[in-house]
Nanobody, 125 residues
Framework: QVQLVESGGGLVQAGDSLRLSCAASGRTFSSYAMGWFRQAPGQEREFVAAISWPSGSTNYAVSVKGRFTISRDNAKNMVYLQMNSLKPEDTALYYC??????????????????WGQGTQVTVSS
């Protein structure tokens, strides 16, 4: 089993920055993808960004490209999502997820095997 715990969400104003963190523990895999997804009230969960192990390649949703950066710390088993120039439409519950042997180019929720509980990000205008 894999456990994922997100942190770092909060209430910010438009234009501000936040960094989300995801701590991973449990069994490991030789290759996998770690992703961030988000879900706003009344909407479907959507892909935000992903990073691959071991290559470190990344992929982003068009809506966040150039504003968000996904990164990792292998030694600490951490994944981060640096969010800059936040907009009210970025308001959502943000989830960290892991896809066993997955591809960062598969943006489907169903492609991911393990999920955290989520951390709320609220951006006021």
């Amino acid at each position: 089993q894999v456990q994922l715990v997100e942190s770092g969400g909060g209430l910010v104003q438009a234009g501000d920055s936040l960094r989300l963190s995801c701590a991973a523990s449990g069994r490991t895999f030789s290759s996998y993808a770690m992703g961030w997804f988000r879900q706003a009230p009344g909407q479907e969960r959507e892909f935000v960004a992903a990073i691959s192990w071991p290559s470190g390649s990344t992929n982003y949703a068009v809506s966040v490209k150039g504003r968000f950066t996904i990164s990792r710390d292998n030694a600490k088993n951490m994944v981060y999502l640096q969010m800059n120039s936040l907009k009210p439409e970025d308001t959502a519950l943000y989830y960290c997820a892991l896809a066993k042997y997955g591809s960062i180019y598969n943006r489907l929720v169903a492609a991911y095997d393990y999920w955290g509980q989520g951390t709320q990000v609220t951006v006021s205008s």
